[in-house]
């Protein structure tokens, strides 16, 4: 199997990821990397690949690089993504690490799922609401007798 189909295979294997870890400053919630990293693992196993995500640098900035490798072939996939320069080490840590979460997430197409089945059900009724209200057809409003004089 080619690294392409393989890659394919992980993309509709990993099922949507709860969103456990808690976000103090924005009351929210998020995927975190290891349970990411969690779900990948085995499948890397049966796939026979690799997935790397070393640091590195483009023309003198920082970036983070995704490598996909196949252990049979040796055939590789990549990508880079440039980081902001920052030199404070803790900021810079958790860059480096959402960027990784986000990086992965996008590469093998992992949805997050809401763990409120309320909140997620509810959700698309209010923006369909309000959809429907503006696209809703407007009141014509009739002239009465006497109030045009042309």
């Known amino acids: 199997m ?4 393989k890659i394919a295979s992980i993309q509709h294997t990993v099922e949507g990821l709860s969103k456990e870890a808690n976000n103090p400053f924005f009351k929210s919630k998020y995927v975190d990397l ?3 990293i969690e779900a990948l693992r085995p499948l890397e196993a049966e796939q026979s690949i690799s997935i790397t995500l070393p640091l590195s ?10 490598v996909v490798q196949d252990l049979e072939t040796d055939d590789v996939v990549e990508d880079v993504i440039t980081l902001p320069d920052i030199q404070d080490p803790q900021k810079m840590g958790s860059i480096i690490t959402y960027y990784r979460r986000y990086m992965l997430m996008s590469f093998f197409n992992i949805k997050a799922e809401d763990d409120d089945a309320e909140l997620a059900r509810t959700k698309p009724q209010v923006a369909k609401q309000q959809v429907q209200a503006k696209h809703a057809p407007k009141a014509i409003v009739e002239p009465m007798e006497g109030d045009l004089d042309w």
């Not at 080619?2 to 189909?5: H, I, S």
């Not at 483009?58 to 690089?65: E, N, T």
């Open 2 to 5: 080619e690294l392409k189909q």
């Open 34 to 36: 290891n349970t990411i």
């Open 57 to 66: 640098n483009v023309q003198g900035r920082p970036a983070l690089r995704l």
